[in-house]
């Protein structure tokens, strides 16, 4: 998928079908470094506890997460409204 038709599934629960044929189910956000942007990918509970860390510290590691360039994602549903 294009990176800007992730955009509108940024942060919310979905169901993600992967380029390998995995279909996952968990929350996709963006952070932009330095250098170039990247597109991560947790569980659903996972991302909850990371950005409940991040509130508290600015300086978090993402190195539980996956990191996706926008090719390996082919579909996205969101789960949540």
């Not at 947790?42 to 990191?67: G, P």
Request: with cysteine.
């Amino acid at each position: 998928m294009k990176y800007d038709e992730l955009q509108t599934y940024f942060n919310h629960h979905c169901r993600i079908k992967l380029r390998s044929g995995k279909e996952v189910f968990g929350v996709l956000w963006e952070e932009m470094p330095d250098r170039d942007r990247a597109i991560y990918f947790a569980s659903y509970i996972e991302h909850k506890k990371l950005m409940a860390k991040r509130r508290q510290s600015s300086n978090v590691a993402f190195s539980d997460s996956l990191r996706l360039a926008s090719d390996d994602i082919l579909g996205v549903e969101a789960l949540d409204t």
